[in-house]
């Protein structure tokens, strides 16, 4: 039996056709156990009848009126961020087609929550019936906010929501926020770093996010990541490429980049043109990598065999967000009309 990762995507719920994954009644359903959308205790009558409404129908007609009257300001806008993703996953063939689409478009109209738990589930989807806990926390990054730190030699990824939560609760969860709020000494936050030792837990922590990721060169993490990144390639832009961390790039003829992020991409387009880039920027980019097509055919013709290289840095205050919607707009693939570099 293929191993069970990351629950709360609805996986066994979405249907799965050969031409991707496609929403399903129950897939939506699960959505209205969010927090964001689940009435709290004191839940005005038309939103518990907004509610009642959707969970009886996952598809239901939602007049503009009824939203209107949705008592609470943020859950009134909730409900309109989820009604628009909703009708927006039905319309579509496949989850594929609507994350595709999304980026296609002038702007994104979709709240980053629902772009992330898009990437998530294509995601879950391109890892399906692997058993590699490398593989599965670093897909962790295609849709989850990193910290990252460099300790003894080694740049480590932290999940960042984990972090700021056990740094408001110490990991003892209300109690540990009054003990903050007394000024009480709370421990350090440390995290476990994926290890061979520790790799069977992953599955074990379903979604604790309790990991951090070794994205040193030439340590499984960053192969890992690059593995994911091809996988993603091939599901969404459909070209095969294979994909492998560098220490730096040494390429008199560098012909194309991509950042993977905003940073990212402002540091090697510097590069690029040839400025000069100040040392504490270096420091920021985290990782480097290589990507060929397989099928030379597959990249724009002005390609030829060269190479592709990518680069994923984090910000100053050291968070890092990848954006795997960079491979898509930015890769110089033969069918994407005209790509941009970086």
């Not at 109690?175 to 030792?197: C, F, I, W, Y």
């Not at 499984?220 to 730096?248: D, K, M, N, Q, Y």
Request: aromatic share 8%; net charge negative.
């Amino acid at each position: 039996m293929a191993q069970a990762f990351w629950a709360s995507t609805g996986f066994e719920l979405l249907g799965h056709e050969r031409e991707g994954l496609v929403a399903t009644d129950a897939w939506l359903a699960g959505f209205l156990e969010r927090s964001e959308l689940k009435p709290p205790a004191d839940a005005g009558a038309h939103e518990l009848a907004l509610y009642a409404l959707v969970a009886a129908n996952a598809r239901a007609s939602v007049a503009p009126a009824m939203l209107a009257a949705v008592e609470d300001g943020d859950a009134r806008q909730n409900w309109r961020e989820f009604l628009r993703f909703r009708d927006r996953v039905v319309a579509a063939p496949t989850l594929e087609e609507v994350y595709r689409g999304l980026f296609a478009a002038d702007a994104v109209d979709l709240s980053p929550t629902f772009v992330d738990a898009l990437a998530q589930a294509i995601t879950r989807d391109v890892l399906d019936g692997t058993e590699d806990p490398w593989l599965c926390r670093a897909g962790e990054m295609l849709f989850r906010r990193q910290r990252v730190s460099t300790e003894g030699g080694q740049v480590l990824a932290a999940d960042a929501m984990t972090l700021e939560a056990f740094a408001e609760t110490g990991g003892f969860g209300a109690v540990g926020r009054l003990l903050r709020k007394q000024s009480t000494a709370m421990p350090e936050v440390k995290m476990d770093v994926l290890n061979h030792e520790n790799a069977p837990f992953y599955f074990l922590r379903d979604e604790l996010y309790s990991f951090a990721l070794d994205l040193t060169p030439g340590r499984e993490g960053a192969g890992a990541l690059a593995r994911v990144l091809a996988g993603w390639v091939r599901r969404l832009a459909g070209a095969e490429v294979t994909i492998e961390p560098v220490e730096r790039i040494e390429d008199d003829r560098w012909r194309w980049h991509v950042g993977l992020d905003v940073d990212a991409t402002s540091i090697l387009n510097a590069l690029y043109r040839g400025e000069s880039v100040a040392a504490a920027e270096l420091e920021r980019m985290v990782l480097l990598f290589r990507l060929e097509f397989r099928d030379p055919r597959d990249a724009a013709p002005e390609m030829g065999a060269r190479p592709v290289y990518l680069g994923l840095a984090c910000r100053p205050d050291r968070t890092l967000k990848l954006k795997p919607q960079n491979l898509l707009l930015n890769l110089p693939l033969r069918n994407s009309g005209e790509a941009q570099r970086g």
